[in-house]
């Protein structure tokens, strides 16, 4: 016999076993296991023959023959259980183990113990997985390394960080794997700072460090964006051997690809004999998340003809950059493959999809896709609503956001940012003010996200005041907080609060970004302060090492239009690297009109019809600046022109709330079932007569 089954027979003889009083009552083929468990040696073999049941997936086929046993022994249960929890059915291996104490001459196993605090961590069952903390305290059985390790990893998993670190100091013993699972815990729970301690803890004890400890360590230097740690860990990979590893090799890459050093995890990817899937989803990712979308999707077409098939990670990352491509034909064919595949019932790869068509505009599509999703979680939420939102359907996303909050979801600082920024694009205050009571409730305003958006849904709603008191009152260590502050002000035309406000950033400790920029040069533009605009406009380059973008210059352009000066506006439109669109001549066009310049206003029109030979606002314009210079027949023949067209100047829009309801409205509107009594209305207003109380109710 093996040393190795001499010691298992050993053991198993050494344990007790039951038999169950029912035996007599058992049919003929069931008295032959019976009479098989009857000895230690036997209920070896039935044993093994449990676990080959058990590997195989059969988990019903392995509990009938578990409960048939007469004679089951801890590793029975061990086995079963183990079963359970590797099947990611937790609830049932935590409902099975309590059935263990009815048989009391069964002795406790560490193995066990370990194995159903695992399933207590992955079942966030806190008060189950305390319970056998007590047990393991009065059994003694704490003390083993592999409870000890477990216990830890279970607090970890709950976020019980303070329990976890416990635990770790009062493990008489620690091996490899205590050791990874506190270095785990605290990384996954946000202190990498301090697991990389540990780490070193771990180094000087002199402790053999495996290829997770590694990996783990290194997946902290790539939290912290700490390249020179991670290039000491990387030398260790390399002497230890575990540089080969796939598994530290993809950490590697995705730790220099944080880092933000591209080519040097693309030297990794490319170094490696047979890149797996985890290999291919890191590169796939890391290119999604450095805008080279295009790249992303050439990877994922080689991976293709690799080896390796693409799992739903790899293709929630492709999804995900065609989102950020607008690239809906090779989104809707991933949509089909994975459709084809059976992946749509991945969260991650429904979410991307959904998050796709709602960044390419497509909401229905993301809605059919959102409705049919038999699971969803916050992040499924928040991508519906948020497309909505930035697809100015407010109604639609205050409806989502109330079906999520009846289903029970709790909304993250993502989905409270996208509803109240619609609270702000349609000037509802009312429910703004809701939200804001909302997130003071679940203590989330000090958070940057939130702080940005509560003042920049007070700016657009007119109460300037009451968003220099939220900037006020919490702690603005983020750029975006003061972002949203300084373009409420510049918005608002208070100008010089916007440019004092800008000139505080470096007091703070902050540097401002390109959007920061948008809101000080609009200020700037507002006041008419051109030379200090040019001088914000300068500093972006010198100062900061910001290059410019086209809504740069199209504040610079607007400098220049309001101060008058619309010869350098129109060199600047004409000197600018980026393509001339319309929004940029139309802005010269409305100060050619403003300022009575017919020569330019004439070129900007001409420039803009050549992009749009249509445009009906242009044309318009165009005639208001030869009406307005006295060149009446020029002005007939525009109008001519558009007559011959069909051309109409779309009519301006608007809407008020009445009574918790939005109702949208154009000029001369007739869609409103009573519209003949609020033209009454409206002529009695605009007439200046008094109107009656009781005549106003039913606007009230």
């Avoid at 009938?64 to 086995?79: A, C, E, N, Q």
């Avoid at 291919?280 to 080689?302: D, K, L, P, R």
């Amino acid at each position: 016999m093996f040393p190795l089954m001499r010691h298992q027979v050993r053991r198993l003889s050494s344990l007790s076993a039951t038999a169950s009083p029912e035996f007599l009552e058992l049919p003929a083929p069931e008295r032959t296991l019976c009479r098989l468990t009857q000895s230690t040696s036997n209920l070896f073999q039935v044993n093994f023959h449990l676990k080959d049941i058990v590997k195989s997936g059969h988990l019903g086929e392995a509990r009938k023959l578990f409960d048939k046993m007469p004679l089951r022994d801890v590793v029975s249960w061990t086995i079963l259980i183990t079963g359970y929890v590797n099947a990611a059915d937790y609830r049932e291996a935590l409902n099975l183990f309590p059935k263990i104490w009815l048989e009391p001459s069964l002795q406790m196993d560490p193995f066990i113990l370990s194995v159903v605090l695992k399933a207590c961590g992955l079942d966030n069952s806190l008060s189950y997985g305390e319970l056998l903390h007590s047990t393991s305290v009065k059994t003694g059985l704490i003390n083993s390394i592999f409870v000890g390790s477990a216990l830890l990893d279970m607090y970890f998993k709950l976020g019980k960080v303070l329990e976890g670190r416990r635990v770790f100091h009062e493990m008489p013993e620690r091996n490899v794997v205590s050791w990874t699972a506190i270095i785990t815990g605290l990384v996954k729970a946000g202190c990498s700072e301090e697991g990389l301690i540990y780490f070193s803890e771990m180094w000087m004890c002199r402790m053999i460090c495996d290829s997770h400890t590694f990996a783990i360590a290194l997946k902290a230097c790539a939290d912290l964006c700490d390249m020179d740690r991670g290039r000491e860990i990387h030398t260790q990979t390399v002497k230890k051997g575990f540089g080969v590893s796939s598994y530290v090799a993809n950490t590697l890459a995705a730790m220099y690809n944080k880092c933000g050093k591209l080519d040097y995890g693309l030297c990794l990817f490319r170094r490696m004999m047979k890149p797996d899937v985890v290999s291919w989803t890191s590169i796939i990712t890391t290119y999604v998340q450095a805008g080279e979308e295009e790249i992303a999707i050439q990877e994922f077409m080689q991976m293709r003809e690799s080896d390796a098939s693409p799992n739903e990670y790899t293709f929630a990352a492709v999804i995900s950059g065609c989102a950020n491509l607008g690239s809906i034909r090779c989104g809707e064919q991933l949509h089909a493959h994975v459709t084809r595949l059976g992946l749509l019932e991945s969260l991650s790869v429904a979410n991307s999809i959904v998050s796709m068509y709602a960044k390419c505009r497509q909401l229905n599509s993301a809605s059919l896709v959102f409705n049919a999703m038999r699971r969803r979680d916050i992040v499924s939420w928040s991508t519906i609503i948020s497309g909505y939102s930035q697809a100015g359907r407010g109604e639609e996303a205050f409806q989502l956001f109330s079906l999520m909050m009846r289903e029970g979801t709790k909304p993250t600082g993502f989905a409270l940012a996208s509803v109240l920024s619609v609270c702000g694009n349609m000037a509802i205050l009312e429910q703004g003010k809701q939200l804001h009571a909302y997130v003071l409730m679940t203590g989330l305003e000090q958070t940057s996200m939130i702080c940005s958006a509560l003042v920049n849904m007070y700016s657009k709603c007119g109460s300037i005041e009451e968003a220099r008191q939220i900037f006020d009152a919490v702690r603005n260590d983020s750029i975006v907080s003061w972002t949203a502050m300084i373009n409420g002000y510049a918005e608002h035309g208070h100008c010089e609060e916007a440019i004092d406000l800008f000139e505080k950033i470096p007091q703070a400790n902050l540097m401002p970004d390109s959007v920061t920029f948008i809101g000080v040069l609009t200020a700037c533009s507002h006041a008419g302060l051109v030379d200090l605009g040019f001088r914000y406009f300068d500093s972006m380059r010198s100062k900061y090492h910001i290059n410019p973008t086209k809504e740069h210059y199209g504040c610079m352009i607007d400098l220049l239009c309001r101060a008058g000066r619309l010869n350098e506006a129109e060199q600047m439109i004409n000197s600018m690297p980026y393509e001339k669109d319309d929004v940029v001549w139309s802005t010269l066009l409305r100060a050619s009109r403003l300022h009575g310049n017919v020569d330019c206003g004439k070129r900007a029109a001409e420039m803009i019809l050549e992009l749009n030979p249509n445009c009906s606002g242009t044309l318009t314009t165009l005639a208001n600046i030869y009406s307005g210079k006295g060149k009446w027949r020029e002005a007939a023949e525009i109008r001519k022109l558009m007559r011959s067209k069909g051309l109409i100047k779309e009519p301006g829009s608007s809407w008020i709330k009445v009574k918790g309801w939005v109702y949208p409205f154009t000029s001369g509107d007739r869609s409103h079932p009573e519209w003949e009594y609020l033209y009454r209305i409206l002529d009695l207003v605009g007439s200046g007569t008094d109107v009656a109380h009781e005549n106003m109710d039913i606007l009230l």
